[in-house]
């Protein structure tokens, strides 16, 4: 990815210091709790939330790879805070137990989907993947890692902060 770091900061310079409406589509964590709570009342996967909360970035136009790259870095980081945010607020006001459950959790549901984000990095390297292509399928693992990570979390913690789902939920057997 550290090829494709020039060619990210050459696109950002390029885009308008101006414009009136952000360049990337924000991610709305309100929207991502509203899905999450659909999914639960219907029993389905939390899973399925993850598409509608990055469309924006994969609605960007296909010749603007590097500005798609830069709307998932964004996701992924709005959504690693979310998270962070999610957590603190857990600690205040969860049983211990509960927030640490969700603690450990939320770590590991992130550290096993970067890992497959660097798996699918190596993997593109040996495919001699252009370093454009390689930065946009990495940022938007990672932000798909970040944002399952935070959707499963809203999943886990009911919204009293009281309880978790039972370990047989779809988003615990992952």
Do not use: F, H
Not at 16 to 25: G, H, M, N, R, W
Not at 63 to 84: F, G, H, K, N
Not at 158 to 163: A, E, I, K, S
Request: negative net charge; glycine residues 6%.
């Amino acid at each position: 990815m550290n090829r494709a770091l020039p060619m990210l900061a050459v696109a950002w310079l390029a885009l308008p210091a101006c414009a009136e409406e952000p360049l990337t589509p924000a991610i709305d964590t309100e929207a991502v709790a509203g899905c999450v709570a659909e999914a639960r009342a219907r029993d389905a996967s939390p899973d399925i939330c993850i598409g509608p909360t990055l469309a924006g970035c994969g609605s960007l136009p296909a010749d603007a790879p590097a500005l798609a790259t830069l709307c998932y870095d964004a996701a992924r980081l709005r959504l690693s805070e979310a998270a962070a945010e999610r957590l603190t607020r857990l600690d205040g006001t969860a049983p211990e137990p509960v927030a640490l459950r969700a603690r450990i959790e939320t770590k590991y549901d992130l550290l096993s989907g970067l890992l497959q984000c660097d798996r699918l990095e190596e993997l593109g390297r040996l495919a001699d993947t252009p370093a454009e292509a390689l930065a946009l399928q990495k940022t938007r693992c990672e932000a798909t890692a970040s944002g399952l990570a935070y959707i499963r979390l809203l999943w886990r913690v009911t919204p009293g902060d009281q309880q978790q789902t039972l370990p047989d939920s779809p988003a615990q057997g992952d």
